[in-house]
């Protein structure tokens, strides 16, 4: 049987391991104990990991979140931020209904959120989907984003 070449053959005796969404979060895999064994592990995650930004408003929902909650956000949590104040952009001051919301996001186009702008069809469907993935690999004991030329 005839092998090819791959990147991960080129890197590593045994490809990384790939974990759940749930593994993405700023705590894991930090442990000094786990880290060493965890190193080059990757995840695919519709979740947005802001915690190396060094945006602002990224920066300060951090701060917020660890004051509030004595912990990191987690996976999803900064999607759930910009989900949260979509709706409450739509609501304004004349308060939260569902007729409300379905008309506001109906018509969106663009979302601007902690990770950036994200691009919607007229029929609501995403203008990139693949921006809406992101791969992760564990490096010196945190999740930093990889490239999809890395898989």
């Known amino acids: 049987m005839k092998t090819t070449s791959s990147p991960w053959r080129e890197r590593a005796a045994s ?38 930004s060094t945006e602002l408003a990224a920066r300060r929902f951090i701060q917020d979140y660890q004051s509030e909650h004595g912990v990191a956000p987690g996976a999803f949590a900064v999607e759930g931020w910009d989900a949260a104040h979509l709706i409450l952009r739509a609501a304004g001051d004349r308060g939260i209904t569902r007729a409300l919301v379905a008309r506001s996001l109906g018509g969106l186009t663009t979302a601007d959120g902690l990770e950036g702008t994200r691009r919607f069809a007229a029929d609501g469907e ?5 921006a809406l993935l992101r791969l992760y690999r564990v490096e010196g004991g945190r999740w930093v984003r990889a490239g999809w030329d890395e898989i």
């Open 126 to 130: 995403p203008l990139e989907p693949r």
């Open 15 to 52: 490809p990384p391991a790939f974990g759940p969404p749930a593994q993405i979060t700023t705590s894991h895999p930090a442990s000094p104990t786990t880290a060493a064994a965890a190193e080059g592990a990757v995840a695919l995650c519709a979740c947005a990991n802001v915690s190396t």
